[in-house]
């Protein structure tokens, strides 16, 4: 479903927020905070993320121009209609 005006500029802010904060080497992802904190634990993984809060039906179109634009890494935690974007 195309995306109107009002919904690609509160996308457009949201990637303003997380481009300010990328960094080489980071990956990319969309998960609910809880969710991914046990993952990050069970996993062993240190990383501390940094979360970005968007819409469900918005997270998908967000990865989509940071892994295709921005050549970002997707996290393998990564869930599509997540109510966060997160940064690790």
Known sequence: MPL???QIEEINVIIKDIE???KPGMEIG???R???AALLSTNKIEKRPKYFKCKKEYSQAILQ???K???LTRNKFSMNAQAFIYLI
Do not use: C, G, I, Y
Request: aromatic share 6%.
């Open 4 to 6: 109107n005006q009002k």
């Open 69 to 71: 634009e921005k050549a």
């Open 65 to 67: 121009h940071f892994t």
């Open 30 to 32: 969309a998960r609910d």
């Open 20 to 22: 300010k904060e990328v």
């Open 34 to 36: 809880t969710t991914l």
